[in-house]
């Protein structure tokens, strides 16, 4: 028998009782402990058994205590993660204005929801240079004409003009108010004949209560929207408005066709206020980025200028005592003209100014004119004029032979 012989026997042996040791051990070994085991070493081969080859579970069982080897193989621990300080931002203080705002300033007040504050953003910016104009912005972002449950526009609209006294109330509000309505006779579903008389009412109570105290009113309409919907109900809302300003004394500012392309069609990105193509819209197709917050005040800012007048000039500075312009003269006689009176006798020689007398010139004949009034005389018409009908006279006989 062989040397190779033996070592395959050996070898067979030790193959056959290693795998009775191992069937004896799990016979042994608790369920709940074999099933760590499983997880642990993921179907261990006889192979593995002799080579030493491990699977660790990542997430150990906490009850494998028995395991000295486990013991002894120490994890690297992890790395200590540095706690990350939340960043606070500094308190934004308000931007101050560009110029000092007058005393006397008149005030714009800006009324209705969401998109009402970005109108009164822009606004802000509008007339940021004009001393005599303040724009005051008193919104309220899920507000609207249908649900005075949540807020109440007819009751806190006379505080705000008495506590304010605005010499304009500019009014942007009814993107919220497709929902249903609460009245007095019962529900009413948005769209219904029942719906938009009712609506149409609130639209005309709230524009008389401004009128009424001889303030000028702008109500601002309503751009379109992504949502085909939205777009649809915006027009017909829209003509609602239009015609309650005209009955109501407001005027209605139509801001439509800054936001939409030449076919009428909603626009994220368009032109803005000095021509260059900006996005004009958010991703929800309803908000208004600040470029559009801009472009929205420029449709009002014209009709709000025409009313306020001069007030809303830019030009219009604060006359006091410390900037009051010099009104002496200046010394230097080759700089300016002393004044000379009307009635200085060395003027230009004269005595007297002219046309001063009042005698009329003395003419011993009689104009054409009078001769024709008076008269019936004509002069009589130059030689050879059309209008001169004298025959000419011949010269004698002997004259007319030698010629």
């Known amino acids: 028998m062989t040397k190779k012989t033996n070592r395959t026997r050996w070898i067979r042996v030790l193959v056959f009782a ?49 395991q000295p080897r486990r013991q002894q193989q120490r994890r690297r621990p992890p790395a200590a993660q540095k706690a990350v300080a939340p960043t606070r931002t500094a308190p934004v203080t308000p ?34 240079t004009s001393p005599g104009v303040v724009v005051e912005a008193r919104s309220n972002v899920s507000s609207g004409l249908v649900r005075d449950d949540y807020y ?16 304009m109330v500019v009014v942007m509000i009814g993107a919220n108010d497709r929902q249903q309505m609460v009245t007095d006779a019962g529900k009413e579903k948005f769209r219904t004949d029942g719906w938009f008389t009712e609506y149409q009412r609130r639209v005309l ?42 009955s109501v004394g407001g005027e209605f500012v139509d801001i439509w066709d800054g936001f939409v392309d030449e076919n009428g069609k909603f626009i994220v990105t368009g032109s803005d206020v000095n021509g260059q193509q900006v996005r004009l819209r958010t991703t929800d197709g309803i908000n208004l ?26 030009d219009l500075v604060r006359l006091d005592p410390g900037n009051l312009p010099a009104l002496t003269l200046p010394t230097d006689p080759v700089e300016h003209t002393q004044p000379i009176s009307l009635s200085d006798p060395n003027l230009d020689g004269g005595a007297e100014l ?16 009078d001769l ?30 030698i010629k």
């Not at 209560?209 to 017909?236: C, H, N, Y």
């Open 354 to 369: 002219l046309g001063a007398s009042r005698a009329m010139p003395v003419t011993l004949t009689k104009s054409p004119r």
């Open 205 to 246: 109570a709230f524009g008389k209560e401004i009128t009424s105290r001889k303030i000028p009113l702008l109500w601002v309409g309503l751009p379109a929207f992504e949502s085909d919907s939205m777009t649809s109900d915006a027009v017909q809302m829209n003509q609602l408005y239009r015609n309650q300003m005209e």
């Open 18 to 66: 290693a795998a009775a040791l191992s069937l004896c051990l799990g016979s042994m070994v608790p369920v709940h402990y074999a099933e760590a085991q499983e997880l642990r070493y993921q179907r261990r081969s006889i192979l593995d058994f002799f080579l030493g080859r491990r699977y660790i579970d990542e997430n150990p069982q906490p009850e494998m205590r028995d």
């Open 152 to 167: 109440n526009w007819p009751g806190e609209l006379p505080k705000m003009i008495d506590e304010l006294k605005p010499a």
């Open 289 to 314: 980025t600040q470029a559009g917050r801009r472009k929205l005040a420029f449709y009002v800012e014209k009709p709000a200028r025409r009313i306020l007048g001069t007030q809303a000039s830019p």
């Open 95 to 128: 931007a101050e204005p560009v110029v000092q705002k007058l005393d006397s300033a008149q005030k714009i007040l800006v009324v209705g929801d969401f998109l009402a504050g970005g109108l009164g953003d822009g606004l802000t910016a509008a007339f940021e």
């Open 372 to 401: 024709l009034v008076e008269q019936g005389e004509m002069a009589p018409a130059p030689a050879g004029r059309i209008d001169d009908y004298r025959m000419p006279t011949l010269g004698t006989t002997a004259e007319i032979s």
